[in-house]
């Protein structure tokens, strides 16, 4: 049977009034998560977050802000549902909600669109497409008119397709050995710092997330032959050190194509990586304040 790889992400600011997210009971969070079809896995935190794995991805809590990632079948739409009936929608002080094109879009519960007509019972937003319509591409709607990022505060998701082989060898099958040794023979450990959380599957994908500091890493590999997929997505870096990083993650994975899409204060040059050629580039200066690149 057949996993989509491809995911979608929400990312919930929550006004400074609000009680910290972090003093809410697990049940809120169990809750969450099966709304949208998946389950927590795991749990790590440190003094500034609380970080999930989900059987399908991730989901990061701060005091007042959330990054919920799913995968497969999901419809994240359910969980925010359950977020503006649980916290109210005047508590939520900017939402951004991403989509990544499918495989094998007919096998999902909804669309892009479909998801955007629920999304607008709370939220008067705009939306945008990244990429042509017949070409990888990703779809991004938000509502922050009030919202005024901090110049810290940046993203870097790759989005890979392809994975080599022999890559992809390592992440299928039952895994006995050390898990860092096997993290440190995969590469994986070259590619997130700090306190790491990770589960593979039966009989084949792997997740993981990883915390330090107010600074997330998380990976999702979806392995399978017919369509392998993986992600890496962090906040951890600066516009100087992104380019760095991604080239360090694709010597990991090796794929045959791949997007990137970033948000940063400012426009970053386009980058170049070797092996690759850039096809296409949409950069975009949104009304929340982030500059937004996908190439």
């Known amino acids: 049977m057949f996993f989509e790889g491809s995911e979608k992400k929400i990312e919930v600011v929550f006004q400074d009034s609000l009680e910290s997210l972090r003093q809410q009971p697990t049940s809120t969070w169990e809750t969450l998560v099966e709304k949208s079809g998946a389950k927590i896995l795991s749990k790590i935190s440190n003094d500034k977050m609380d970080a999930y794995l989900l059987s399908e991805s991730s989901l990061f809590v701060y005091d007042h802000y959330l990054v919920m990632i799913t995968c497969g079948t999901t419809r ?52 945008l497409r990244y990429g042509l319509e017949d070409e990888h591409h990703l779809f991004l709607f938000y509502d922050a008119k009030n919202f005024v990022p901090e110049k810290t505060d940046r993203t870097m998701e790759i989005l890979m397709h392809g994975i080599d082989p022999d890559i992809i060898k390592w992440f299928s099958g039952n895994k006995t050995e050390d898990r860092e040794q096997w993290r440190n023979k995969t590469g994986v450990s070259d590619i997130v710092r700090g306190n790491i959380d990770d589960f593979i599957f039966e009989p084949m994908g792997y ?78 200066r949104i009304e929340a304040g982030y500059c937004t690149q996908y190439f």
């Open 207 to 284: 997740s993981l997330n990883s915390i330090e500091d107010s600074k997330y890493f998380t990976i999702h590999i979806t392995p399978e032959a017919e369509g392998s997929y993986t992600s890496f997505e962090t906040n951890a870096f600066d516009q100087a050190e992104q380019k760095q990083w991604a080239e360090k993650v694709l010597q990991v994975f090796k794929p045959r194509s791949f997007d990137i899409m970033l948000f940063n204060d400012d426009v970053m040059g386009t980058p170049q990586f070797d092996g690759y050629q850039l096809k296409r580039e949409f950069k975009d």
């Open 76 to 127: 994240l739409v359910h969980a925010v549902q359950y977020l503006v009936q649980t916290f109210s929608r005047e508590s939520i002080k900017a939402f951004f909600y991403e989509r990544k094109n499918e495989l094998l879009p007919r096998a999902q519960a909804t669309d892009f669109f479909s998801d955007l007509k629920i999304l607008k019972q709370w939220f008067d937003g705009q939306s």
